[in-house]
């Protein structure tokens, strides 16, 4: 596997492992589990800024003028990374929602 290569697989094991840790996080936080939840999605932070910096070490490469070879596992790659950011962002309004809601039904 060449450098190219290794670097889509980054994004798509780190975006999926980001997802992952958000819905956990979702799951710990229905139950009151808020500080378990909350280090859930700094991993889930974490495994995106891993995705995002092999992702930008591409785009430096062609905007420095190398010529890459992206094909579909690029895209594939890209695809996966913008569906966990935006979970993620999604996740983290429904989890203060819960969180919300958790408080107000303890009355």
Known sequence: ???IE???MNIIMN????????YKALELVKNGGYEEADEEMEKAGEALDIA????????????NGEKLDM??????SQDHLMTAISEKNLIEQIIELTKRVNEITKK
């Open 1 to 3: 596997m060449n450098e």
């Open 6 to 8: 290794l670097a889509i």
């Open 15 to 22: 975006a999926g492992d980001a997802k992952t840790h958000a």
């Open 52 to 63: 995002h910096n092999a992702q930008t070490s591409l785009l430096n490469k062609e905007a």
């Open 71 to 76: 094909g579909i596992l690029f895209v594939h």
